[in-house]
């Protein structure tokens, strides 16, 4: 393809098509709104309005959607035509200021977390003018929030505009201290996303792939990932048409998709946007997540983004690299190229290693779900223990300062805040440690815990508002004193003090850390039926009240539905494993028992000498059939229990105790079946088969 720049946003509503369609002031206008967020008047809403749909008619659009994203984890859309009757009995195609400000889908069945009774079944979704309107299958999609008919946010994306506000607001308070021409701060985001692509027809012979998106079953392969030959290794054909086919479908819509690789396991890969807005990243990251499962379905492939798609094999994780920005380009978390510079990087810094020790939880809970639980820890991604690292020579810097000694660097240096040039901490000293949950790369941090499956726009709220809580206190402190440069030398030393704890720049994966970290204090907590409790402990509730992210009812809604959809889909796996185990694999191990058995016999009547093999054989597959029957019954019971249940503060605990192991138990016993018996028996594709199709 050699029209890139051509076709790279040409589906979208941006900028340049603004300018060129809108009248002068309207397009001022509508500017305003989208940089400062001034209310946008209704006439000029009539006019974008009409607008866009000629443009989206020209794209070939004959529908319009309010694009939203619930709290479901994917993105929503409801599609109305622009057909409007005429009285003649013709009809014209129109689109309206107001039908592009407010729509009013029926919100009864999306998750609401009790803040929407079904009988009032009405949400509106709202325009969000800070992220392009776009044209996708034939419909204009207009990104918008979700809100309850009384102002409840009920989607990913209200919270996440509000976080960055706040982090705005108290960023510009420290950044006025330092004197600024910037007027505007805003998070930035840049989200690797890792998935899996297996042979289509394949994973539709799995009842767990195709209800669970993972496998519940499965003996681990000869190979599996040990000879660390997927990583990076040359594209196979098939997957390399995919991956033109999904760059060309993402550049259309704008989205920057920059890097592809294969990733550590078969079958896994990875892709890389160039960052943006935390907004617009976001909205491209469900965008890209959507397009492709669509266009692995065109090659005959299944996009998985479950975060553990096979057991014993590399998760999926989406790494969130986050940083804050100035609309005059100034990046707040690179080392500045003087003195002055550095003392408000070295400040920047701080009230994020602050935010990070004090919202260790918060953190954790960002990324809780039921799949992500199954990476966390396991070796593969970092432990559900959140800790920060720095580099040895920025750690080295924070040492002196603290220490108040002098720092050996290229030379030896007093530390005095804003009195030295720090070194530029290039990108290769600072990133190699992988197994960090957050990690200083250079110029920003790298959140490495959240989960391929879920929107970034969680992890980012909670990085905003704690980040914004760190720069609070510090404007509070700093706004009032009576000579500046001596109270920000002091507020540096003592955060550093305070929170040196969270920095931690060995292995993660280690089992010492975890003995480290409990010593240290830092909080350990293993499942999402751990973490979720702590989102509405009292400081977690002022915290998002004081920053306007989320009312308090907002926040226990939200804390009922991740433990909800925690405890839903460990039931339906459960209960998809006992479908699997009781009607496809003990049946199959059942008539391969049999024909032991008939061997047995024609052997025995032969008077022929019996192998032993088959005897032991036999014998335990028998013994493994009743273990999964009786596993199984346990485990249906359990997984019925827990979904009469539901929503229960107990029913999370009850499924981390009382159904994940049993799933444990049943997997493996009919694992060892699997390796015990006769290929053709087996009812559905082994790993082997899954993961070296091509
Ligand atoms: P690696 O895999 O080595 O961590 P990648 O190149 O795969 O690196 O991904 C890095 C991601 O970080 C990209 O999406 C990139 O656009 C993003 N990124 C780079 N600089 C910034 C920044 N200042 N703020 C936020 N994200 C950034
Ligand atoms: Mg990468």
Redesign the pocket.
């Known amino acids: 393809m050699n029209n890139v720049p051509e076709i790279f946003g040409s589906m979208v509503f941006n900028r340049e098509v603004m300018k060129e369609r809108l009248p002068e002031d309207v397009y001022k206008s509508l500017k305003h709104t989208i940089q400062r967020g001034d209310d946008l008047d209704i006439t000029v809403a009539n006019v974008v309005a009409e607008a866009m749909k000629n443009w989206a008619i020209e794209k070939g659009a004959t529908h319009y959607t309010h694009w939203f994203q619930p709290m479901t984890g994917i993105t929503a859309e409801k599609h109305d035509s622009f057909v409007t009757p005429t009285s003649d009995g013709k009809v014209i195609m129109s689109f309206s200021g107001k039908e592009l400000i407010k729509g009013e889908p029926d919100a009864s069945s999306f998750p609401s977390g009790g803040l929407r009774a079904t009988f009032e079944a009405r949400g509106y979704t709202a325009w969000d003018p800070t992220s392009y309107a776009f044209v996708k299958d034939g419909s204009l999609c207009i990104p918008s929030v979700f809100c309850s008919y009384g102002g409840e946010a009920l989607d990913k994306k209200t919270p996440l505009l509000r976080s960055t506000e706040a982090l705005n607001e108290q960023a510009m308070r420290i950044l006025k201290l330092f004197g600024t021409d910037a007027t505007h701060v805003s998070p930035?985001?840049?989200?690797?996303q890792e998935y899996f692509l297996v042979d289509k027809e394949l994973f539709n012979k799995r009842e767990d792939l195709v209800v669970c998106g993972r496998t519940l079953f499965g003996a681990k392969p000869p190979k599996g990932q040990e000879l660390e030959d997927h990583y990076f290794g040359a594209i196979k054909p098939r997957i390399s048409a995919f991956m033109k086919e999904l760059d060309e479908e993402l550049w259309k819509l704008g989205v920057l998709s920059?890097?592809k690789h294969n990733e550590a396991a078969p079958c896994q890969h990875?892709l890389?946007?160039?960052?943006g807005t935390a907004n617009a990243a976001t909205d491209h990251n469900q965008l890209t997540m959507e397009t492709m499962k669509k266009v692995a379905e065109r090659h005959g492939l299944v996009c998985i983004l479950q975060e553990k798609p096979f057991e014993g094999i590399n998760g999926s994780g989406k790494?969130d690299?986050?940083?804050l920005a100035t609309d005059k380009g100034a990046?707040l978390l690179a080392p500045g190229k003087n003195p002055y510079e550095n003392a408000q990087f070295l400040l920047f810094l701080c009230a994020v290693i602050k935010a990070v020790d004090e919202h260790q939880d918060l953190l954790r809970i960002s990324v809780a779900t039921a799949g992500n639980d199954h990476r966390l820890g396991a070796n593969e991604a970092p432990p559900a223990i959140v800790s920060m690292f720095l580099g040895d020579e920025l750690t080295a810097i924070l040492d002196a300062i603290d220490e108040g000694k002098p720092y050996y660097g290229t030379e030896k240096l007093q530390m005095e805040i804003g009195v030295h040039v720090l070194p530029t901490f290039p990108k290769d000293t600072t990133?190699r440690n992988r197994t960090s949950p957050f990690a200083f790369?250079g110029?920003?941090f790298?959140f490495r815990m959240p989960g391929s499956a879920m929107s970034v726009a969680e992890p980012n709220v909670v990085i905003n508002t704690i980040v914004a809580e760190s720069l609070m206190q510090f404007a509070d402190e700093l706004e009032g004193a009576e000579d500046f440069k001596t109270a920000l030398n002091k507020l540096i030393r003592r955060t550093i003090k305070e929170h040196k704890r969270i920095i931690f720049n060995g292995d993660g994966y280690s089992n010492e850390w975890k003995t480290e970290a409990a010593r240290r204090g830092l909080l350990n907590l293993p499942t999402t039926a751990d973490a979720l409790p702590h989102f509405v402990n009292e400081e977690n509730i002022a915290l998002f009240t004081r920053h306007r992210v989320y009312t308090e009812k907002e926040l226990r809604s939200r804390h009922d539905i991740l433990l909800e959809s925690y405890c839903k889909i460990i039931a339906i796996e459960a209960l998809t494993m006992c479908d699997m185990a009781g009607r496809d694999i003990i049946p199959a191990v059942g008539s391969y028992i049999l024909k032991l058995a008939r061997t047995v016999n024609e052997l025995k009547s032969a008077s022929a000498p019996i192998p032993h093999h088959t005897v032991s054989t036999l014998n335990r597959l028998v013994e493994l059939s009743d273990e999964m029957s009786a596993s199984l019954t346990r485990l249906r019971a359990n997984a019925e229990h827990a979904q009469r249940n539901l929503s229960s503060e107990k029913c999370g605990f009850f499924c981390r105790d009382e159904v994940l192991p049993l799933m444990d138990e049943l997997r493996k016993a009919a694992d060892e079946a699997e390796t015990l018996t006769e290929r053709s028996y087996w009812p559905f594709p082994t790993y082997g088969d899954l993961l070296y199709y091509i």
Do not use: R
Not at 188 to 192: I, R, T, V
């Open positions: 930035n985001c840049g989200p690797e920059k890097t990875e890389a946007p160039i960052y790494h690299n986050w940083s990046n990133d790369t110029n920003k790298e």
